[in-house]
């Protein structure tokens, strides 16, 4: 009920492309969904997150949309960039307990020319 | 940049030799975590501070020790090293929202 199941594993897509990724939970009680960009020798970094009132957010190229009844959410890259090309983690937490951050296991984005 | 850094950011070890990772932050925030990553399983929290001296397991805590005697510094001890540990661990803190983290560089710790 902990997991956060993640796919796909990796995605290779050409430049000017859209990238999605998908993400679900079980645990109803997750309340917030961050995603993350790690890139090869460095540290992630948190990307854009959502709360479950909210069917949607976008930042510039980056959307999450989110569905609470089917439990999943999902990253969007709109016009996808070889500089996008990282791992990217999704997350789910609860913010009432300290250690509920639960990452997904990742997905390695290759954007190619 | 969330004013963290990690000491040591490599280190070759022995099986059965303690270790000990420092991580250090600048902006006196209180809650801190140490995640081990590896291939296929994503982030795996080891243990947690949200305080001074106030610590408790995570996900994968067999094994690992901390201590947080200073807000800025959050240490994690290998008791005994074994290879299973070969990993990269991220120190990483949060500010308001516990699920908005920010990471560390990471140590890349290999136990032969």
């Known amino acids: 009920q902990q997991q956060v199941k993640q796919s796909p594993q990796s995605l290779i897509v050409q430049k000017g492309g859209i990238s999605i990724i998908n993400c679900a939970y079980e645990?109803?009680?997750?309340?917030?969904f961050p995603w993350y960009q790690q890139f090869p020798g460095k540290g992630p970094a948190l990307l854009i997150a959502?709360?479950?009132?909210?069917s949607e957010k976008k930042e510039g190229r980056f959307t999450i949309s989110f569905n609470k009844s089917a439990k999943q959410f999902s990253l969007h890259i709109m016009d996808s960039q070889p500089g996008d090309s990282a791992t990217y983690f999704c997350?789910?937490?609860?913010?009432?307990?300290?250690?509920?951050?639960?990452f997904g296991p990742g997905t390695s984005l290759s954007v190619i020319p | 940049d969330a004013g963290i850094t990690q000491s040591p950011r490599h280190k070759v070890t022995e099986t059965g030799t303690p270790v000990t990772l420092r991580c250090h932050q600048t902006?006196?925030?209180?809650?801190m975590y140490w995640y081990r990553q590896d291939p296929g399983h994503g982030l795996r929290l080891i243990h947690y501070?949200?305080?001074?001296?106030?610590?408790d397991k995570g996900e994968v805590s067999d094994g690992y020790s901390v201590s947080r005697s200073k807000t800025e510094d959050f240490l994690l001890t290998l008791e005994s090293a074994t290879s299973s540990q070969t990993s990269v661990y991220f120190c990483?803190?949060?500010?308001?929202?516990?699920?908005?983290?920010?990471f560390g560089p990471g140590t890349r710790l290999t136990v032969t």
């Open positions: 902006e006196n925030h209180r809650y």
């Open positions: 959502i709360r479950p009132d909210v």
């Open positions: 501070s949200y305080g001074v001296k106030d610590t």
């Open positions: 990483a803190i949060s500010r308001v929202t516990r699920g908005e983290q920010y």
């Open positions: 997350a789910a937490s609860m913010e009432a307990s300290y250690d509920k951050v639960i």
């Open positions: 645990n109803t009680a997750f309340d917030y």
